[in-house]
């Protein structure tokens, strides 16, 4: 994920937090930003999309329920998300923290605090779940008989 822009690698990481995770990095923080919602937190469907081999025709594989929101900071920022699910609180707070990473001063404070926290949770999920399915690994192999 290091090849990403900012924006892009915390928005990343704000749509795979999960919502406990989120709010015991935020909440110590007392932050409390005067915003306006220019979209209330809304939940709709998605359709997902694969490709056979990664390469193929594309086919669609089903929906997926998502929350949206949109929000807009006193100081006229604009915040954005979009995770999976119906958690429309989460939702919320994930586009709040956009807007306020998007302010001068208070993009360190919150890439130190919850953006990097949350990062490493997640790589180390990532990790324990690659050594899971490396332990169950079958690897195949065809024996050439000689003549």
């Known amino acids: 994920m290091d090849h990403l822009q900012p924006r892009q690698r915390w928005m990343s990481v704000l749509a795979h937090s999960q919502p406990t995770e989120l709010l015991a990095y935020w ?20 359709q997902l999309q694969g490709r056979m081999g990664g390469t193929g025709k594309r086919f669609v594989m089903g929906d997926m329920t998502v929350t949206r929101a949109v929000v807009q900071l006193d100081s006229g920022v604009y915040g954005y998300s979009y995770v999976a699910g119906r958690d429309k609180a989460h939702a919320e707070l994930c586009a709040i923290i956009d807007a306020l990473l998007q302010v001068q001063g208070m993009d360190e404070l919150l890439n130190s605090k919850v953006i990097a926290p949350l990062a490493a949770q997640q790589q180390a999920r990532r990790e324990e779940r690659a050594r899971q399915i490396a332990s169950s690994r079958v690897d195949f192999f065809t024996l050439v008989r000689g003549e």
């Open 27 to 46: 909440q110590p923080l007392n932050l409390n930003p005067q915003f306006q919602r220019l979209r209330a937190p809304e939940t709709g469907l998605t």
